[in-house]
């Protein structure tokens, strides 16, 4: 899904890759950030713990204004953008809570760059190099993984009660998940 961000003149595209298995993350995250073109950032998560295409947009969106106000916690887009996916402070929290492991078998990418072909041509290697075809149904939120989204961000049950309107869980998990890495931004 690729989205267009008019105030940073950035492309930010957010997909998910199912049945993925790669066992030396390091290596793959190496081989990955060597390929890519500099002016391109491209970050990835355990889709187990996104909650839908939304919460990693406003994690880019976030992050990138941090960058544009001088306040971001990280030296790059790509890692900031996963400190406000999970909510935290520390580069080590945020890659424990989000981060792909050996056993991550579907996973989220985000890249954000200028140009529409420069980011569909990253996305092209990342297939590759993950052996899987992009399925955004990994990014949607079903009651299992609502779950796990909940725990993780500490959402209470009484909370989410409260929001939710017409039955729609998964919009209101979402935006209290949203509302959780907007509060980071507070924080200094």
Do not use: C
Not at 18 to 27: G, L, M, P, S, T
Not at 76 to 99: C, D, F, H, N, P
Not at 161 to 186: F, G, Y
Request: glycine content about 2%; hydrophobic content about 45%; proline content about 2%.
């Amino acid at each position: 899904m690729l989205k267009y961000i008019e105030e940073f003149r950035r492309q930010v595209e957010i997909t998910g890759f199912r049945n993925v298995r790669i066992r030396d993350i390091e290596e793959f995250l190496k081989m990955t950030r060597k390929e890519k073109p500099l002016n391109v950032e491209i970050q990835f998560f355990d889709a187990k713990f996104v909650a839908t295409w939304q919460h990693l947009y406003f994690a880019a969106l976030n992050a990138l204004t941090a960058f544009k106000n001088k306040e971001n916690i990280s030296k790059s887009v790509a890692m900031e953008t996963m400190l406000y996916a999970s909510a935290q402070r520390q580069i080590l929290k945020a890659m424990k809570l989000l981060g792909i492991k050996p056993d991550s078998s579907k996973i989220a990418v985000l890249i954000i760059g200028e140009k529409p072909e420069t980011i569909k041509s990253v996305l092209s290697m990342v297939s590759k190099h993950v052996k899987s075809e992009p399925d955004d149904a990994v990014l949607e939120l079903s009651e299992e993984k609502g779950t796990i989204v909940q725990k993780i961000f500490e959402i209470s049950s009484v909370e989410l009660k409260t929001i939710v309107k017409k039955d729609d869980l998964e919009r209101a998990l979402t935006d209290l998940v949203i509302e959780r890495m907007a509060l980071l931004s507070t924080q200094h």
